[in-house]
């Protein structure tokens, strides 16, 4: 297996969230406790998405998004992060394609500006007319191993491999270690999801359903965390309603070695997100009390066996 890079502090942004080359630099700027950025997914080709709104904030602490991975070509993402000049993090490519032969193509483009590559399996939003990645690939054991299979081949680089939370994850997450995945993301949004404007009688989102994600994504990710954890013994990079140091320290009892923050930056400026990680990071520090973060990472599992908590 080859080891993830040190990503330090072990904060990134996830995927589709404050995402692009320029944003990096900004938070950079901005202070930041970042120790990787993650890029919105690179696919094999420029895609608009789906039409606006596609983000609704219901009220329950969830939020639905339908963007169905708007990107820009994949010469653009090459310009972009060949310019791109990061002081100590980590760069994350994150990519998807339609079938195994697309995501092998990209990695073979992208391979060389990553630390990391993240697989994109579990994307549930869609154009219409299409099919999510989630149900043509990320809920599907040998499709998965398939497109590990073949990006592993494309590039030297760690592999995360990105799960859905919507698919048999563990069965995913084992056909993904053994086609040569180095670490599992855990995981994508839920769902989707519906939200319905009840004066104008029709579904909110122009994608009609959308993947959710924040707080109230969070027990089920960080149960996939768990899980993972207790199965594979791998590194885990861990997303889903991360706000709060505290949220960020349950996953690392679970079994995260990074952690990454999606929503909880979205309706803030880059100096009001920058100001949230060194929150986080500080709580963690405080929290660590001295003690190095891998005596953490997983913490609760010994708890569970009756050995050392740690806590
Ligand atoms: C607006 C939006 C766009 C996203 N785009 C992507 C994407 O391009 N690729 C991906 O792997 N995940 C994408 N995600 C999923 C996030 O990376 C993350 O896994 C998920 O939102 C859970 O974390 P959070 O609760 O902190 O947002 C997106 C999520 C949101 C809300």
């Given at each position: ?13 996830a ?15 901005a ?19 789906n039409?606006?709104p ?5 009220p ?50 992208m391979?060389r ?50 799960l ?36 104008s ?51 690392i009892?679970?079994?995260a070695?990074?952690l ?11 100096h ?40």
């Amino acid at each position: 297996m080859i080891p993830l890079p040190r990503i330090d502090p072990p904060l990134i942004n996830a995927s589709g969230i404050l995402s692009y080359p320029e944003v990096f630099t900004a938070f950079e700027s901005a202070g930041a406790c970042l120790g990787g950025y993650v890029t919105k997914s690179v696919g094999p080709r420029e895609k608009p998405g789906n039409e606006n709104p596609v983000v609704v904030y219901p009220p329950e602490g969830a939020v639905l998004n339908s963007l169905a991975l708007p990107t820009q070509s994949a010469e653009d993402w090459e310009r972009d992060l060949e310019e791109i000049k990061l002081k100590n993090a980590k760069l994350i490519v994150s990519v998807y394609g339609g079938d195994a032969g697309e995501f092998a193509g990209v990695t073979r483009r992208m391979s060389r500006f990553g630390d990391a590559i993240e697989v994109n399996l579990g994307c549930p939003n869609k154009e219409p007319g299409e099919q999510t990645i989630m149900e043509s690939i990320g809920q599907n054991p040998a499709l998965s191993a398939e497109v590990i299979e073949r990006v592993r081949d494309e590039t030297d680089k760690p592999v995360i491999a990105k799960l859905s939370p919507n698919s048999d994850y563990l069965a995913v997450a084992e056909s993904c270690m053994n086609a040569g995945a180095d670490a599992l993301g855990c995981g994508n949004t839920l769902g989707p999801g519906l939200a319905v404007d009840i004066r104008s009688r029709a579904a909110i989102l122009a994608g009609t359903t959308g993947g959710i994600s924040g707080p109230a994504l969070k027990p089920i990710n960080l149960r996939m965390t768990y899980e993972a954890y207790a199965r594979f013994r791998c590194p885990i990079v861990a997303y889903g309603g991360i706000e709060t140091w505290e949220d960020a320290v349950e996953y690392i009892l679970a079994g995260a070695g990074v952690l990454g923050i999606g929503t909880a930056f979205m309706r803030k400026s880059t100096h009001e997100a920058a100001a949230l990680t060194r929150d986080i990071w500080e709580g963690i520090q405080e929290y660590l009390d001295g003690e190095p973060m891998s005596a953490l990472i997983g913490a609760a599992h010994r708890a569970a066996e009756g050995g050392d908590s740690h806590a």
